[in-house]
């Protein structure tokens, strides 16, 4: 069964740092497009960062600009998130998604596989 899971959230003071992992089972993440996403309560989900399978383009969402950066290991079958420069705002359910091909999606809808999830919260 293909899964998705996140980890590495928690509580972190503004200014700080963290680091997500996207780990998958029952399939390698090489060959697959990958974005983070995340959501609060109330609202839509909002697209983080963006990875296409070749690991060669990146995107950002511009809330993070220069704060996130998204990686790919593939000998860990595992995409990372680092996120440095932590605000209040930054505060969701933070969310992996995967989509076999090359591509750079910005859509949550066009995603096929989704992660549980990790709280990140931050604090003032």
């Known amino acids: 069964q293909l899964q998705l899971v996140e980890s590495g959230g928690g509580l972190v003071q503004v200014g700080g740092s963290l680091r997500l992992s996207c780990a998958a089972s029952g399939f390698t993440l090489d060959g697959y497009g990958i974005g983070w996403f995340r959501q609060v309560p109330g609202k839509e989900r909002e697209g983080v960062a963006y990875?296409?399978?070749?690991?060669?383009?990146?995107r950002y969402g511009e809330s993070v600009e220069g704060r996130f950066t998204i990686s790919r290991d593939i000998a860990k079958n595992t995409v990372y998130l680092q996120m440095n420069s932590l605000k209040p705002e930054d505060t969701a359910v933070y969310y992996c998604?995967?989509?076999?091909?090359?591509?750079?999606?910005?859509?949550?809808?066009?995603?096929?596989?989704w992660g549980q999830g990790t709280q990140v919260t931050i604090s003032s």
């Open positions: 998604a995967a989509k076999r091909g090359n591509w750079i999606l910005t859509r949550a809808d066009d995603y096929d596989y």
């Open positions: 990875i296409n399978s070749n690991s060669d383009r990146t």
